[in-house]
């Protein structure tokens, strides 16, 4: 009995204990999944971040390549729908496009209301379908200015009923319109018909501003028009 106990003693006299040793086994027990756990996550952050980049610089390419072709949409006076399409393909191919816009343009031109919004509203779409220093410019600022549709607006109106849009080439039309003379009663002072020669461009849109005024990028350059007895 003596000799088993002076031999355990021994055994623990040989393996004495170390605190420092014990400090690192309990700090790797307790921190080490930590760290292991945040170095995981720092490199899943990496990978996500490189991701993000690579998809943004994807986007971005493809946003420069992108080109966007304007779908326009011409209705008539009464709201009805005349023809549609891509604006690159039918302002250089459907008639029936172009005599929307010119039968629309004049009415608006030939228009006269008491509401000084709705005059002003005709009056900018009249603009925004003349060509820039062309005779058809000069000519509807003579119209204006020799009789002024605000003015007239004070007492009477104008109503227009355009008849016929008849191209004599691919840039040049006749239009045939009627035009009646109200009171501000609604009382009926004059009917007059009314044909006209109008030359037209095509020039479509590269600025959002002229998409949204003339979409269709046609513009009249040349006007004249008679009362017909």
């Given amino acids: 009995m003596r000799l088993a106990l002076k031999t355990k003693a021994s055994a623990e006299d040989a393996s004495p204990f170390n605190p420092y040793v014990a400090a690192r086994r309990e700090w790797d027990e307790r921190y080490g999944d930590l760290i292991t756990r945040a170095k995981n996550w720092r490199f899943i952050a990496m990978l996500s971040a490189i991701a993000t980049v690579v998809a943004v610089a994807g986007i971005v390419v493809l946003s420069a390549r992108t080109k966007v072709v304007p779908f326009v949409v011409a209705i008539d006076s009464l709201g009805r729908t005349v023809a549609a399409g891509p604006a690159e393909v039918t302002t250089t191919t459907d008639e029936k496009l172009k005599k929307a816009v010119l039968f629309s343009w004049i009415e608006d031109l030939r228009l006269v209301t008491t509401d000084p919004f709705a005059q002003r509203k005709a009056i900018d779409q009249v603009y925004a379908h003349l060509a820039m220093g062309s ?95």
């Fill in 135 to 229: 005779e058809a410019q000069a000519f509807v600022t003579a119209f204006y200015r020799g009789d002024p549709p605000q003015k007239r607006g004070q007492t009477q109106t104008v109503s227009i009923d355009v008849k016929s849009v008849l191209p004599n080439s691919n840039r040049t039309y006749e239009i045939e319109w009627i035009e009646t003379t109200h009171d501000l009663n609604g009382g009926v002072l004059a009917t007059d018909h009314w044909k006209g020669s109008f030359s037209i461009v095509l020039n479509p849109p590269t600025e959002e501003l002229l998409m949204r005024v003339n979409p269709l990028g046609i513009y009249v350059t040349d006007a004249a028009w008679t009362k017909v007895l």
